[in-house]
Nanobody, 115 residues
């Protein structure tokens, strides 16, 4: 089981940028699909992006063209670069890992977009 710890959340102004990090505890990270969900107040958790072990990515329409994801296998860390953020991006962002259907979750990090 991986232990996932997110960091980098906070308050950002509309149009700004923020980078979230998700540090995984074990080297087997390289074989896992990784990704990010978010959950806004009163809404269901939404899958926004994932990255497979070979680096393939898939983005939700809501973030396509604004967010990017990358992984550093040596550091067992996945990054979510958020650009041109908008108030509707305000949510708790959760990192996850998936290996053959076994899914682990981080505890989440709050991102608030406000002026």
């Amino acid at each position: 089981q991986l232990l996932l710890v997110e960091s980098g959340g906070g308050l950002v102004q509309p149009g700004g940028s923020l980078t979230l990090s998700c540090k995984a505890s074990e080297i087997v990270f390289t074989t896992h699909e990784m990704g990010w969900y978010r959950q806004a107040p009163g809404k269901q958790r939404e899958l926004i992006v994932n990255i497979t072990s070979d680096g393939s990515t898939r983005f939700a329409d809501s973030v396509k063209g604004r967010f990017t994801i990358s992984r550093d296998n040596a550091k067992t860390t996945v990054y979510l670069q958020m650009n041109s953020v908008q108030p509707e991006d305000t949510a708790v962002y959760y990192c996850y890992s998936d290996f053959e259907g076994w899914r682990d979750w981080g505890r989440g990090t709050q991102v608030t977009v406000s002026s």
